[in-house]
Structure formats: C-alpha cells, structure tokens
C-alpha cells in the first residue's frame, strides 16, 4: 500500500491564523447553508403534502371511468380533474396489480391519462402501504413523487402522487447561490484576513527580523555591536510584552559581551606582558645552568644532574613562553609577516628534521611534481608543520607510519574534503570559498596509523593545555604544554585557512587548508 500522503500545513503564524479563520467561516458558512437547504426542503416538501391532501383521490377514482366520477352527472364530468395541477398522478391497484394509471400533462385530462410504467414502477407502487400518508416513490418513467395510497370502496387501492420536482429544483437553486455566496465571502474573507492578520503580527515581525540579525552576529569572541532593539507597541499586549522581555534580554547580552571582552583583553594583555617579562629571567636561569655545567673543577654528580635539568627545564619554559607570546600577539590581530612561501620545500625539511628525531618511526611523503607556493609567513608555517610532526611523533608508538601529502584542489574539492565525515576543524570557512575568490586551495595533511584521538577529547583538541600523549602513546614520558595544536589552529586561521581532523582508531588525519590566491615577493 502507498502511504498516504498528508496535505501541507501552514507553517508561519501568519499562515496558520489566516488558514483558521478561512476555516472557522467555512464550516460556518456550510451550518448556515446545510440548515437553511433543509429547512427549505422540508418547508416544501410539507406544502406539497398539503396539495396532495387536497387532490384526494378523485383522480385515481376517475381512472376506472376514464375521467368520470362514478356520481359525476351535472354536465362537467371532467371539472374535477381540470382542476387538479400539472404533473398529478394516479393509480388504481387490485390484487397488488396496477389495473388503471394516469398523469396530467395539460389541461385536457382525457388526452393525458396515460403513462408508461416499467415493472419497477409497478412493483415500487405495489409497495407503497395504503395508510393514507405520504411517502417518496422514484418512478422511472416519471422522476420522484410524492403519492398518498388509500383503501377504495371496491377493495382496490387508490394512489395520488405530485412531482418533487419543483421542489427539489428550488432547493438546488438555494445550494447554487448559496455555494457562490459562500465561496465568494470565503475567497474575500480570506485576502481580508491575511491583510489584517499582517497588518496585526508587524510589530512581532519586527521582533523575528531584530533576532535574525542577532543570530547572523559573531558573538564567539571580539567586540559585539547588537543592532538597534525592536521597536515595542503596548505593553498590555501580547506582542509588546514580548519586544520588552527580548529587548532587556538583548541588554543582558550586550553587557555580558562587554564584560567578557574587556576580561579577554586584560588576559591577553597579561598573558602579553607576563611572557614578554619571563622571556628575560629564563633566558637567564639557562645561561647560568650552562655556565655552571662547563664549571672545570670537580663537581658532585647530583649537582650536575640536578644543573642538567635545570637547563633543560629553563629552556622548556623559554619555549612555552615563546609559545604563549605569540598566541597573545595572535589573539591580538598582530599581523604576521607575507610573502611566498615554498611549501613543498618546506615540508621536505620539517619531514628531514622529524625523521632525524624520531627514528623509530616510518616517514613517508606524496608531493606533486609542481612546487606549491602560498602567501605567508615562512617562519610561522614551518612552525605549523613542525607542530604536527612533533604530535604524530610524541603520541604515536614507535613504527607508526606518518605519511604527509601536499596537493592542491579547486574550492568546490575543498569543501568537499572539509565536510566528509565526522570531523573537528577549527578556523574559518574553507579558503577559496569566498565570494570573489576561485584561486584554489592547499590542502597539506599528515597522517598517522596510530591509536587515533579520543572521542572526548576530539572537541577541545584545538584548545590550549590540552594533553593526551599518555592516551595516545602508554610509553610516553614527558610532553609539551599543550600548546601545539592550538598554535596550529591560530596560525593557520591568521592565514585565512583551516585545520580539521579527522581520527578514528589506526587513522588519524590533520588537514591544514590554506588560499593559494596571489604572492608577491615584497
């Protein structure tokens, strides 16, 4: 069986008053016509009982003696059924058998008296009990009438009928124009009530059209201006109680905004100074370790041990205040140096250092004949690489397979790769995308047949002080500060780019998207 199909439902508000109200005077309209038919049907119906109760049965009676009564000797034999109206019917029935039948077609009853019936006819008149009330018998010879059957003094049965006709014309006619009127009031109600309905809900639209704008805002991070508030009608209504509560809300939100921006300004700016005022007291910690180790006097083992990791533990600070600078300056807007950047030299070179630090690893490459060259900061995308590199080699077990792939692709085949599967990205839209743009896209990815990423830790994987190498490598010891992918995110995204992920167990992508567009070598 197919399933039925359901008709389709207003969906605006608008819509859906408009539809009730059109609906409401629909079966109004139909009560109304329903009660007045049927009130005339049977106001008629009753009038034409009453002619029937007057015709008697002098016409039937008049049938055995061909339009004579049997006392009928005053000279006007046929007066009686000149009187009686076009259409009268009558029959005489003996046994249950129609002996004699006749109908008046015009104004001389003795050249109308005869009428076909079918058996049909004969059999539906047969039924028709002799208790002097009326009923409605459809003739087919005839159409439907209205009889009276009643007792004769020969032991027959006498039938007078009248057409339904008239009536069953004039209460067709009622239907008629009642259906015009009513579907006429339908169409003119209906374009009024839409009009008037619009009219009433335009402070409520204004209201929708104020929380669209809202919600096309960027309110994740930097400074929010919210649009002008709705415009608020009488507050006794619904319609205006509304505005007031979404317009102190839109309030609420504008000073929480504030407040959250002006926090964030004062972390980055700490986190600015206190990097920058750490650079110099590290630095020194680390120098003065070295110099301690190249002491040439005896020195006891443990303080050589414990200088050794004080240095090594300086120079770990150094790098995670390094990294924390530059992601305030990122956070800041600090635009960042461009120029034409290499990127098939460069991941030859990230890929040399990293095979050189992790030996144990299986390092392999798929570059395109052509070199790829991008605008950009040189120094900032070897970090990026770097970065990733570092991750697959830290958290991976030894043997794992790395394979970094550097292709170009057209916008469309970008998005595509953005959007297949389940994935976590970061940064913008997919470069090349934009409107005005077609130059196509970088896409660099690295891949590991590693453990992959946790499910939970997929989300925030991008988030700074996120670490998993104990998830992802059991025999890992150490680790960075969980600074590196969210460098990643935050240099790529001042590249117009995006990195997304893609992890599952034994396959773990990074993809970093950059703009090709054009470079020029300053």
Sequence with gaps: MSPVRQLPRPRTLRARLTFGLVVLLAVSCAAVGLAAVVELNGFLTQRLDEQLAQVGTRFPESLEHKGVLPDDHDGDEHGDTRRLATGTFGARLLNGRVTHKGLIRSGDPSADLDVDLTTADRARLASVPADGRPHTVDLSALGDYRVVASAGRDRDVLISGLPLEPVEATVHRLELVAGIVFGLALVVTGVAGALWVRWSLRPLSRVADTATRVSELPLASGVVALPARAPETDPRGEVGRVAGAFNRMLGHVEDALTKRHASEERLRSFAADASHELRTPVASVRGHAELALLHPGPVPAEVTRALERIAAESSRM???????????????????????????????????????????????????????????????????????????????????????????????????????????????????????????????????????????????????????????????????????????AAVVEAHGGRVVLDSRPGATTFTVLLPLGEVSSG
């Design 318 to 488: 150094g790098e995670m205040v390094d990294d924390l600078l530059l992601l305030a300056r990122l956070d800041a807007g600090r635009p960042l140096e461009r120029g034409p950047v290499d990127l098939t030299r460069l991941v030859l070179d990230a890929v040399t250092d990293a095979r050189a630090a992790g030996p144990g690893h299986r390092w392999t490459l798929d570059l395109p004949e052509e070199p790829v060259t991008v605008p950009g900061d040189t120094h900032r995308l070897h970090q990026v690489l770097a970065n990733l590199l570092a991750n697959a080699r830290l958290h991976t077990p030894t043997g794992t397979k790395v394979t970094v792939t550097l292709e170009t692709e057209t916008a469309g085949e970008a998005a595509r790769m953005a959007a297949d599967g389940d994935r976590t990205s970061e940064g913008g839209e997919v470069p090349g995308t934009e409107s005005g743009t077609g130059a196509g896209t970088a896409c660099l990815s690295v891949h590991d047949d590693g453990p992959g990423v946790p499910e939970e830790l997929r989300p925030g994987v991008f988030e700074r002080f996120t670490r998993a190498e104990h998830r992802r490598r059991p025999d890992a010891s150490g680790g960075g500060a969980g600074l590196g992918l969210s460098i990643v």
